[in-house]
């Protein structure tokens, strides 16, 4: 299959060595203004993105980790407040106005959403759709060689007859082929980091597998960072290099993927993969979180878990005190409960 | 777009065509007299021969085939009350009039509506769309017929900027260029007025079509990728914002004429209202019932239209 | 499709009329329209109180301006604008009451028979509601009148007949939804889900939907009738606002107040009538997040104009004209 022209000159290294992150989100905090209250989404997220891993975002809806995702470009709606610092080639992407901000968007970080054909204007054809991520941001290219490209695009992510799928409109394909091509959409300047927003929980498990593997063939091409936000772990599992779990808005665990998921620390997380089915388990039931996800405005005090835990000591420290994040079993692995470290022995699997 | 589709839409069309001369033929029964006097009262012979000609001592069904096939003709019987004037001839003459007129307001007001809620859909909810929006609900709400009266006193009396009745003016015989201006300058209030409500209507459901519109998901992919904002808005929102207001605006098609009639007669505006006003008074039967035939039919291509546009602006539909 | 009020516990004569009447007033649009269209009835309605008599054969000096012996002046006959515009909202609000009362009735029974029965009853009924709606009223008014004669009953009648449409897409629309429902929960229950049941709950949701209809209706009826009699169609017999506006046309220039109050008045009731539509939409629809659903049927059956919760009442009633 022919190369695809690089379509930018690569952008000058900022970090030779490799250790300063791509993107640093610093004590991000999003709340928004209802009737009711207010509506605390996220509270204090904090993490890097390194150039070119994979770091997973996991959590139950109402976990914050949408709308973290969303504050990154700035799409946000009006109701919502944000405060903290996002920084992305040494500028602060909350404080970037916007025609600054719209440089950004689409071209060096671009977004891939979960539900395709929501995401796809249904009056506009595929390929002209596809086109316009190109031309917003490289305007000097002709008429063919956007058509060319645009095929291309589409060809690469592996959506059959590209030339005429291009002139379709996005409710003549199916599931998967519409989520292929909004990935195409995404890809279509190169960028440094792709942000999935629950890529395919839309989907049925066949289909899934091939989006994701087509997302991730895409980016090892250009070698781009992603976040891969899903409640799905099986997802993450494959994908991702690290991984954050998310909870009422906050980071509750992080580390590299072995970490997390070999040696959970954070109760919650211990809670998400024992409900996970298990090709090798024995039948028994499902291991099930007690307990409902909490009210975002009326956030339980302390641990925001505690009422769902089942180590939890109340009322001191889990009622009172927010724990922090905490180093649990090894560099780089972070837990934010008070009891990290002081938890019973878990069975594994 | 299809042609099958335009097909289809044109044999949907047939059965309330039908529905409507059945209609019109079932208000001649319930008249006084027999069939033919109340299309062709006043004059004795065509009566005669009208009677003949519609089988009225055949069965019903006969008599409305006889009916209808003289319809489809374009033979609508003559004027009790204008020398035997045939009514299509009658209609002939008065029926572009009110296309002019109806058709310069909804032109007019459809853009002017578009455009203002364009504007009003950047800002919802600011002083400037909430004043906007009130004024469309007064100006939806003021009886057409008062207003005209009001637009009457004070742009045409008190100050003299517009005629006040009346399609040319009957003092002076222009004509090319002149003729055309003289015409303009008349058609300005009644059009004005017609037009006001209508640009309520266009503006509040353009309005609530871009502000749904914005709110969906393709619209913050636009934003995601990097399109300027009011790109989205042009580009991404508006035609889909528009479906609604391209039905809407054919609904009302019904609802301006019967606007039209009430602009006609105050205005003195030649056009189809004054003919259906007048042979009413006139109790001129058969050009009553021709206005309303001619009238129905109008609605019955309008809508067709409608669709038409519609289909033609939302893929979605052609490909069914 | 929403299903309207499904909150939890909204089934009927749990839903507290307290507490939404006082939702209801602390909004200036609702205040607003209440201001707007209560005088002119108390007055339409105490016209005989008002002005006793037959306003038409007064024989008042002419041409009085408005003073503070004749409220709103007197016309070119004599008569005071004040009486003859009591009257002539006396006239309309006997109308829109007759109307609105005859609309209900079909609309409601044609609805719920249509969503009940389904299948060829429903086409049938619904085949019927297209045709009606089809026909402009106000134009179909003018040529029974023309041909037939005129009148106020026959006035009602018409307008009865051609109104009811928006009310039977919206309770079938509603009978539908619960019986969706029903046939899930048919597998479970034991007893018989009949009309009753769906009744039961149908009504609490269909009474939102149609108490935004209902004024939007009287403002329409308002309207037609007093163009009818503007144009000279009108019942003989009785006084309209219309009328008085249509009567004015020619003393324009230097006797406004011939035109102005029977104007402002009429308005004032359209103006009321739609804003108290808006209100009751704001405020019972848009509360529980539903919608008033207008679809028009064929052709353009999945997509007509579909009003939701954030539409007024313009955007509701130019999709039922």
Known sequence: ?349 | MSFSYVLRRLLQAVPTVLGILVVTFVLIQMAPGDAADTLSEGDAEYTRQLRAQLRLDRPLIEQFGAYATRVLRGDLGVSSTQNGRSVSSLIAEYLPRTVLLMGTAVVLSSLVGIALAARAGRRPNSPLDSTVSLGALVAYAVPALWLGQLAILFLGLRTGWFPIGGMTNPRTDYTGLEHILDVVAHLALPVLVLATSEVAVVYRVTRAGILQETQKEYVRTALAKGVRSDRVLSHHAMRNALLPTVTVIGTRVGFLFSGAVVIERLFAWPGMGTLLITSAERRDRPVVLGVVLVVAFALVVATLITDLVYALVDSRIRYD | MTEGSTEPGATGHKSAAGPLLRRLFRRPAAIAALVLVVPPIVAGVLAGQIAPGNPKAQAYPTFRPPSGEFLMGTDNEGRAMLAMVVHGLSTSLVTVVAVVAISAVIGVTVGALSGYRGGVVDSLLMRIVDMVQAVPSFFLAIVAFAVLGSGQDKLIILLGLTSWTPLARVVRAQVLSVKRREFVQAARSLGSSGIRTVLRHVLPNVVPAVAVLLPLLASRVVLIEAGLAFLGLGDPNRLSLGYLISNAQPHLQYYWWMSVFPGLVLTSLVLGFNLLGDACNDLLIRASGGSVLIDRASPARSRGPRVDGAAGSIEVSAAID
């Open chain 1, 1 to 349: 299959m022919a190369r695809r022209a690089v379509s930018r000159c690569p952008l000058p290294s900022t970090d030779p060595v490799g250790t300063q992150p791509l993107l640093a989100v610093r004590d991000l905090r999003v709340r928004f203004r209802t009737a009711e209250g207010f509506v605390q989404a996220a509270a204090g997220v904090s993490y890097d993105l390194f150039g070119g891993e994979v770091l997973g975002i996991v959590g139950e809806s109402g976990s914050g980790k949408t709308v973290s995702a969303m504050a990154i470009l700035g799409l946000l709606p009006a109701t919502a407040e944000v405060t903290g610092e996002i920084v992305y080639r040494g500028q602060d992407l909350l404080d970037l106005p916007t025609e600054e901000l719209r440089q950004v968007r689409g071209r060096r970080i671009a977004m891939v959403f979960q539900d395709a054909l929501a995401a796809l204007n249904p009056l506009h054809r595929v390929g002209s759709q596809i086109a316009e991520a190109i031309t917003t941001h490289q305007h000097d290219v002709g008429r063919r060689e956007l058509r060319d490209r645009t095929v291309q695009l589409l060809a690469d992510v592996g959506i059959p007859n590209a030339a005429s799928a291009a002139r379709r409109y996005p409710h003549e394909f199916s599931g998967g082929m519409r989520q292929r091509a909004v990935i195409a959409m995404a890809m279509a300047n190169d960028p440094e980091v792709i942000i999935a927003d629950e890529p395919t929980t839309a989907l049925d498990v066949t289909t899934q597998a091939q989006v994701l593997e087509v997302l991730e063939t895409m980016r090892r091409r250009t070698g781009s960072a992603m976040v891969l936000i899903t409640h799905n772990l099986g997802v993450v599992t494959g994908v991702a290099d690290r991984v954050l779990v998310m909870y009422a808005g906050k980071v509750v665990e992080s580390g590299a993927i072995g970490q997390v998921f070999g040696e959970p620390a954070h109760p919650y997380t211990l809670g998400l993969i024992g409900s996970m089915p298990h090709l090798e388990q024995e039948g028994g039931r499902l291991r099930r979180i007690a307990g409902h996800p909490p009210s975002l405005i009326h956030v339980p005090r302390g641990c925001a878990f505690h009422p769902r835990c089942p180590y939890a000591q109340v009322p001191a420290p889990c009622a009172i005190e927010v724990p922090a994040l905490r180093t649990a079993t090894g560099p780089g692995h972070q837990s934010a409960c008070h009891l990290t470290g002081a938890l019973p022995p878990q069975p594994t699997g």
